[in-house]
């Protein structure tokens, strides 16, 4: 299975970062995983301005993503599975992963028209979207909204969501609530 870990964490010692490689050691475990890890921190990816609009509609017309700028374009349409770790932020993640949705969103590389119809170019069929919060998210996860309304453009039919919360809230057991997490994924993976 060709794994794309796109990795949305900005700490070092990120909380959810520590659940997606818990996740990634249970897939592990499970069976073959050639894994790719885009680490989106270090990638520096820049949100499109009109120059780079005209370089990629260029491009398009031409069928050429051979520029390293359509690598994360390419590593998501060769994905089988996508894992997606990004800390709960300002009600959804980093603004980098939102970019990083403008990089890979490449007509004729991951999805194509017929007619009014987006069809889908992407291998894979599952995403795993992972994300912690020091306080309580709740239903304001506008983030695992916009994964979702991905996923339909990427004809990516299971989404799972896992989420820590409350782990900066005075009298939570922080760790205890990792656990459970770890425990819910674990218990996902097994049931496949």
Same mark, same amino acid.
């Given at each position: @299975?060709?794994?794309?870990?796109?990795?949305?964490?900005? %700490?070092?010692?990120? &909380? /959810?970062?520590?659940?997606? %490689?818990?996740?990634?050691?249970?897939?592990?475990? &499970?069976?073959?995983?050639?894994?790719?890890?885009? *680490?989106?921190?270090?990638?520096?990816?820049?949100? $499109? *301005?009109?120059?780079?609009?005209?370089?990629?509609?260029?491009?398009?017309?031409?069928?050429?993503?051979?520029?390293?700028?359509?690598?994360?374009?390419?590593? $998501?349409?060769?994905?089988? @599975?996508?894992?997606?770790?990004?800390? #709960?932020? *300002?009600?959804?993640?980093?603004?980098?992963?939102?970019?990083?949705?403008?990089?890979?969103?490449?007509?004729?590389? /991951?999805?194509?028209?017929?007619?009014?119809?987006?069809?889908?170019?992407?291998?894979?069929?599952?995403?795993? #979207? !992972?994300?912690?919060?020091?306080?309580?998210?709740?239903? &304001?996860?506008?983030?695992?909204? #916009?994964?979702? *309304? @991905?996923?339909?453009? $990427?004809?990516?039919?299971?989404?799972?969501?896992?989420?820590?919360?409350?782990?900066? !809230?005075?009298?939570?057991?922080?760790?205890?609530?990792?656990?459970?997490?770890?425990?819910?994924?674990?218990?996902?993976?097994?049931?496949?």
């Amino acid at each position: @299975m060709n794994l794309l870990f796109v990795n949305a964490c900005v %700490r070092p010692q990120s &909380r /959810t970062l520590e659940l997606c %490689r818990e996740y990634i050691s249970l897939l592990e475990n &499970r069976c073959d995983v050639k894994l790719t890890e885009l *680490d989106l921190g270090k990638m520096h990816l820049q949100s $499109f *301005d009109y120059d780079m609009l005209c370089r990629r509609d260029n491009d398009i017309a031409r069928s050429d993503f051979s520029s390293d700028r359509y690598e994360p374009a390419r590593a $998501f349409a060769a994905a089988d @599975m996508v894992l997606i770790g990004a800390p #709960y932020w *300002d009600y959804s993640f980093p603004s980098s992963l939102k970019v990083f949705f403008e990089h890979v969103s490449v007509n004729t590389l /991951t999805f194509r028209y017929e007619g009014a119809d987006c069809i889908s170019l992407c291998k894979a069929d599952r995403l795993c #979207y !992972i994300t912690t919060a020091g306080g309580y998210i709740g239903s &304001r996860n506008s983030g695992e909204q #916009y994964i979702s *309304d @991905m996923c339909r453009v $990427f004809g990516i039919e299971k989404t799972e969501f896992f989420r820590a919360e409350g782990l900066d !809230i005075y009298g939570n057991d922080a760790k205890e609530i990792m656990k459970k997490v770890k425990e819910e994924i674990r218990e996902s993976l097994r049931q496949e």
